[in-house]
């Protein structure tokens, strides 16, 4: 297994948030190590993506959306389900990749189909916001042998308020995977 280097963080969003499907998503805490594979993801391109958080500015809130990348935003939703975003391009964009589904590969129990699930499973909660993913407790790295497959695009889940922004195919998982949130 393999972090990955900053670099991989530092580009178009839209294209990490492919390359980060079959990933390995790895969080070490005390007494366990937790392990899944990335199934699905969103792209969240920045300030002008009206669906992003960083649409409103750079608050207390999203600060770390807007960079460097490679870190972790982790936010509350509906005071509570965690999810997690891992913060790409340069800094300043405030854009950032949602994590919605991880396989299990070792140390998970529960569910781990949609973001609040996956946050739970893995122990991913406000206090790893702020995170440097290339760190030795909290990092996505490159499994040892990478798979094929074939990977689907449609919509993100949850935006309609966005206008334009919600019919954009931004939302992308490894077809067929049973742990994607919504075929």
Known sequence: MRKLPRAFFDRD????ARELLGKLLVH????????GRIVEVEAYLGAHDLAAHSAKGRTE??????????FAYVYLIYGMHHCMNVVT????????????????????????CGPGLLCRAM????RVNGHDLLSDDFFVAA??????????KRPRIGV???RHWARRQLRFYIKGNPFVSRP
């Open 61 to 70: 809130r999203t600060r770390i959306m807007f960079g460097p990348p490679g």
């Open 28 to 35: 070490r805490t005390p007494g366990a190590e937790r392990i």
């Open 143 to 152: 499994p040892e042998a990478e798979e094929k497959f074939a990977i689907v």
């Open 89 to 112: 391009e340069r800094a300043g964009n405030g854009a950032a990749v949602l994590l919605r589904a991880v396989a299990p590969v070792t140390g998970i129990a529960g569910k781990t």
């Open 123 to 126: 122990d991913i909660n406000r």
């Open 13 to 16: 969003t839209t294209t990490v």
């Open 160 to 162: 309609d308020y966005a």
